[in-house]
T-cell receptor
Framework: EAQVTQNPRYLITVTGKKLTVTCSQN?????MSWYRQDPGLGLRQIYYSMNVEVTDKGDVPEGYKVSRKEKRNFPLILESPSPNQTSLYFCASSSASGGGNEKLFFGSGTQLSVL | EDQVTQSPEALRLQEGESSSLNCSYTVSGLRGLFWYRQDPGKGPEFLFTLYSAGEEKEKERLKATLTKKESFLHITAPKPEDSATYLCAVQAPNDMRFGAGTRLTVKP
């Protein structure tokens, strides 16, 4: 089954404790992206990757890191989480090599709470 | 700056009561407008892509239309299982931007 898998689904942590949210897709997609979803603000892009070893900032990259060492994996790293990073996070992928005009496939989300 | 505005924020309908959701946008060089459905606790799921003004797409009780400034998602005779949040997104040359969504509730 074609899917984007995120882990964990729920995560509660404390300020400053480094964490990683994993994302993997089995569709051989070129493009992968991370979003955060906050009430009333919609989905905002954090980082995206057009292909292996190519990543770029989205609208809200501060406090986040990503890496794309393999085509299928695109982890999101919070080196020193803060309470304003409490949010619902989604990983997404698409077959668009140029990053546009193709539908996105989303993971099930990671609800992060930073205390 | 590219912007996407969805209205209303929330919509409550009786089963069978048809209505429309609006997505208005300002973007330079629209490459596509997407509609997604999001159920509670899940990621958005793709519904439609529209590429040019005048284009229409249909799927079951849903029909999406596109003009140069806005898109409508028409829901005909909705059922309770159509209850969800509907998201609109616009693809510009260097940017994909999402609206905040319309939360639809259909009462039996």
């Amino acid at each position: 089954e074609a899917q984007v898998t995120q882990n964990p689904r729920y995560l509660i942590t404390v300020t400053g404790k480094k964490l990683t949210v994993t994302c993997s897709q089995n569709m051989n997609h070129e493009y992968m992206s991370w979003y955060r979803q906050d009430p009333g603000l919609g989905l905002r892009q954090i980082y995206y990757s057009m292909n292996v070893e190519v990543t770029d900032k989205g609208d809200v990259p501060e406090g986040y890191k990503v890496s794309r060492k393999e085509k299928r994996n695109f982890p999101l790293i919070l080196e020193s989480p803060s309470p304003n990073q409490t949010s619902l996070y989604f990983c997404a992928s698409s077959s668009a090599s140029g990053g546009g005009n193709e539908k996105l496939f989303f993971g099930s989300g990671t609800q992060l709470s930073v205390l | 700056e590219d912007q996407v505005t969805q209205s209303p924020e929330a919509l409550r309908l009786q089963e069978g009561e048809s209505s429309s959701l609006n997505c208005s946008y300002t973007v330079s060089g629209l490459r596509g407008l997407f509609w997604y459905r999001q159920d509670p606790g899940k990621g958005p799921e793709f519904l439609f892509t529209l590429y040019s003004a005048g284009e229409e797409k249909e799927k079951e009780r849903l029909k999406a239309t596109l003009t140069k400034k806005e898109s409508f998602l028409h829901i005909t005779a909705p059922k309770p299982e159509d209850s969800a949040t509907y998201l609109c997104a616009v693809q510009a040359p260097n940017d994909m931007r999402f609206g905040a969504g319309t939360r639809l509730t259909v009462k039996p």
